[in-house]
C-alpha cells in the first residue's frame, strides 16, 4: 500500500469543510438497543461495556449542553465547526420520529456543521433509511454500521444477534440511498486467527463502504468478555500483531476509502487491557512503521524508481 494513498477522515473533514472539523460523541438514547433491552437479547455483543460502547460521550449533562460546550470549544479553537455523533448504543432501536428531533435539535446547535449516527446493521428501518436519506440532503452526513466480522460463527459467539447477511443487506439500502456508509471492523474477536480476519478485510473491500474503523479487541470493565479474560481465556492481539492487520486492511481497501480510526483507545478506568491501547501516537506509529516496511520491501512497480 502507498501510505500517501490512506484518506483519513481529517483530511477529507478538511478539504470538504475548508478547514479542521472535529466530532462530538453523543449519547441521545441511553440504553437503548436492541441487543440489551430484550428485542434481540439482554446480554449484550460481548465486547460491549455499560456505556452501550460509546466511551467518548460525556454523560455528566444532556446531550444538547455537551454539545453546544463542544462546538462553541471547537469555535474557540478556530475549527470550522463540528460533526454531532450519535456514538453509544444503537440510537436508530429508538422510534424514527425521536431521532428525528435528536438530529434536527444536533443541527440547530452553533457551530454544527454535519451529523453521524452509528447503527447495527439490521437497524435501518425504511422510516430510518428515508431519516438518512433526508439528512443526507440537508447536511455532511454519513452512517456507520457495525460489521465486526464477515463470520457468522464469530457473530454468533459474540452474540451479536445478527448475521453477516445484515450487513451485506445494510450496504445496499444505504448505498441504493446515495448514502456515506463507514463500516466498523474488530480485529481479534474470539475464534479468528489471520486468515479469518483477513477474510473480513477483502469482504470489506468487497463491499466498498465510503468509510472504514478498525480497533483490536479489547476488554472493557464491565463487559461479557471481562470474567474469560480474568479467567485467561481470551487472547488479545499483541500490539506487533494489531499493526500487521491493520496494514492488511489498508493495502486491500479500494483507493480513497476513509479511514475513520485504526485505533481504540478507552477511558483509563474503563479499559481492562489490552494496555497497548492506551496510547494512541504508538498504536499509529506502529502501523505506519509497518506500512513503510512493507513499502520498502516490496519490488518496484512498472515505472517506479527503483530504490
Ligand atoms: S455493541 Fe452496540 S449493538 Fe452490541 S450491545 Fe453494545 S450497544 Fe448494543
Not at 477522515?9 to 438514547?29: H, I, P, Q, T
Request: aromatic fraction near 6%; charge should be neutral; charged fraction near 25%.
Amino acid at each position: 500500500v502507498n501510505p500517501a494513498a490512506v484518506r483519513w477522515l481529517s483530511a477529507e473533514l478538511r478539504e470538504r469543510f475548508s478547514g479542521r472539523v472535529s466530532k462530538v460523541a453523543l449519547d441521545v438514547g441511553p440504553g437503548t438497543c436492541p441487543n440489551r433491552d430484550g428485542t434481540l437479547g439482554m446480554r449484550g455483543c460481548a465486547w460491549c461495556d455499560p456505556r452501550g460502547s460509546g466511551p467518548d460521550a460525556d454523560r455528566e449533562r444532556p446531550w444538547q449542553e455537551s454539545l453546544a460546550r463542544g462546538a462553541a470549544h471547537a469555535l474557540d479553537r478556530g475549527e470550522v465547526g463540528v460533526i454531532a455523533y450519535f456514538q453509544a448504543f444503537s440510537p436508530t432501536h429508538a422510534p424514527a420520529e425521536e431521532l428525528a428531533d435528536c438530529a434536527e435539535e444536533a443541527l440547530a446547535v452553533k457551530g454544527v456543521v454535519g451529523l453521524a449516527v452509528a447503527s447495527r446493521p439490521d437497524g435501518l428501518s425504511p422510516d430510518v433509511l428515508a431519516l438518512f436519506r433526508d439528512l443526507h440532503l440537508r447536511t455532511y452526513f454519513w452512517a456507520e454500521v457495525g460489521m465486526q466480522s464477515c463470520h457468522d460463527g464469530t457473530l454468533a459467539q459474540c452474540n451479536r444477534g445478527h448475521r453477516h447477511a445484515a450487513t451485506v443487506g445494510a450496504v445496499e439500502a444505504l448505498r441504493a440511498g446515495g448514502l456515506r456508509t463507514v463500516l466498523h471492523l474488530i480485529a481479534g474477536l474470539p475464534g479468528e486467527g489471520p486468515d479469518e480476519m483477513r477474510a473480513s478485510f477483502d469482504e470489506t473491500a468487497r463491499l466498498a463502504p465510503w468509510g472504514v474503523k478498525l480497533h483490536p479487541l479489547h476488554v472493557v470493565r464491565g463487559a461479557r468478555l471481562e470474567e474469560g479474560w480474568r479467567r485467561g481465556e481470551i487472547a488479545l492481539l499483541t500490539l506487533d500483531q494489531y499493526a500487521g492487520l491493520a496494514a492488511d486492511l489498508l493495502e486491500r481497501l479500494p483507493p480513497g476509502t476513509v479511514v475513520h480510526r485504526l485505533t481504540g483507545e478507552r477511558p483509563g478506568d474503563l479499559l481492562l487491557a489490552p494496555e497497548w491501547c492506551r496510547d494512541k501516537r504508538r498504536v499509529l506509529n506502529a502501523i505506519r512503521c509497518e506500512l513503510a516496511r512493507r513499502t520498502s520491501a516490496r519490488a518496484p512497480g512498472p515505472g517506479e524508481v527503483p530504490r
